[in-house]
């Protein structure tokens, strides 16, 4: 069995939402508990960087770029973590990676999960010229 169980992932128009969700089944409560866990995506071409975090005691850091619109949250009896995300951009598009990171630093990650977000157009209208 996995050590990180990602879900959640897909395909959606701009604007729309996804949520994210990271279980942790063989990972006993109190180092759940313990680890900063959180979220690192990597896009077309660029860097894995960081999306959101929360850190032991329940603080929370985003990115610049998804503030306002992600939300990070954990459910520790469920020893979950997921990443709620709103009004997404097509540039939010990449891999998402769950990762628990021990307070010795030791990083665990998730296989990762694909999230694609296209541009959103409109019905279209026809227009018709006649002579």
């Known amino acids: 069995q996995a050590q990180l169980v990602e879900s959640g992932g897909g395909s959606v128009q701009a604007g729309g939402s996804l949520r994210l969700s990271c279980k942790a089944p063989?990972?006993?409560?109190?180092?759940?508990?313990?680890?900063?866990l959180g979220w690192y995506r990597q896009g077309p071409g660029k860097e894995r960087e960081l999306v959101a975090r929360i850190i032991p005691g329940g603080s929370t850091n985003y990115a610049d770029s998804v503030k306002g619109r992600f939300t990070i949250s954990k459910d520790n009896t469920r020893k979950t973590i997921y990443l709620q995300m709103d009004d997404l951009k097509d540039e939010d598009t990449g891999v998402y990676y769950c990762?628990?990171?021990?307070?010795?630093?030791?990083?665990?990650w998730g296989n990762g999960n694909q999230v694609t977000v296209s541009e959103k157009w409109g019905q279209g209208t026809q227009v018709t010229v006649s002579s």
């Open positions: 990762n628990h990171r021990t307070p010795s630093g030791n990083d665990k």
């Open positions: 063989r990972t006993i409560l109190s180092t759940f508990i313990s680890n900063t």
